[in-house]
């Protein structure tokens, strides 16, 4: 039985209200910034007094906090259940940017500018270590696969293996190196330094072109931002 089943109506109606208050904050956002959110703007849009709407939100930094949660809370939804299904790095990225796109004000809620005077708490830190998380378990497959490759077509017998798993177990470079001493951000994933770096780079490399394409950076220069980012991502993976 789930949680919906078991509440009470006055739990249903507050549940029902706290979901208007949010769609009338994301509409807010897409007109105006999450910077201009107003809990008395949305309880006039909703005929109700301000203070009606505190018992349901605190203030505004509650309200952000809530639609942050929501928004790392589908994209890591959206990526496990991809990841799940058989989806490796490379489409992973193509998700992600089909996530960016279908609600590009949600994107910038988690990637764009920082809300003026607005602290994120912790928790929405771990939803975020969840995608994270995924993205490392898809580079460290690929890294794995890429340098058991090389393994098996350039190494002569026991002397070979043991080169390429040598390839496998050192950084691929200095700043691999340098990740591997600071890799607080991975969490406890086990990822080798070569799938650190991958994670790393495919996090800022890709959330570039979309923080571009969506805010309208592309538009007028003739180019298509598919083939862009297809070719972006191409670049990037080993």
Known sequence: ?????????????????????????????????????????????????????????????????ELIRDAYRSLADTLGAAAAEGADLSGLAHVLRGWALADPHRYFLLYGTPVPGYHAPDDTTAISSEI??????????LT???????????????????????????????????????RAWAGD???PPAALHLAMSFWTRMHGVLSLELAGHFTGMGFDPDRLFAAELDALLP
């Open 189 to 191: 994933h086990p990822a």
């Open 132 to 141: 994270m998380a995924t993205l490392l378990t898809a580079c460290a497959a």
């Open 1 to 65: 039985m789930g949680k919906s089943d078991t509440a009470t109506p006055r739990e249903r109606y507050r549940a029902q209200v706290r979901t208007e208050i949010k769609e009338h904050a994301w509409q807010q956002i897409a007109t105006a910034g999450a910077s201009a959110l107003s809990l008395n703007a949305i309880a006039k849009q909703m005929g109700v007094s301000g203070p009606a709407l505190y018992r349901y939100f605190a203030g505004r930094d509650e309200l952000i906090t």
């Open 144 to 182: 794995q696969g890429a340098h058991g490759a090389h393994g098996a077509h350039g190494a002569q017998g026991a002397q070979g293996a043991q080169g390429a798993q040598g390839a496998q177990d050192a950084p691929e470079a200095p700043f691999a190196a340098h990740l591997e001493k600071h």
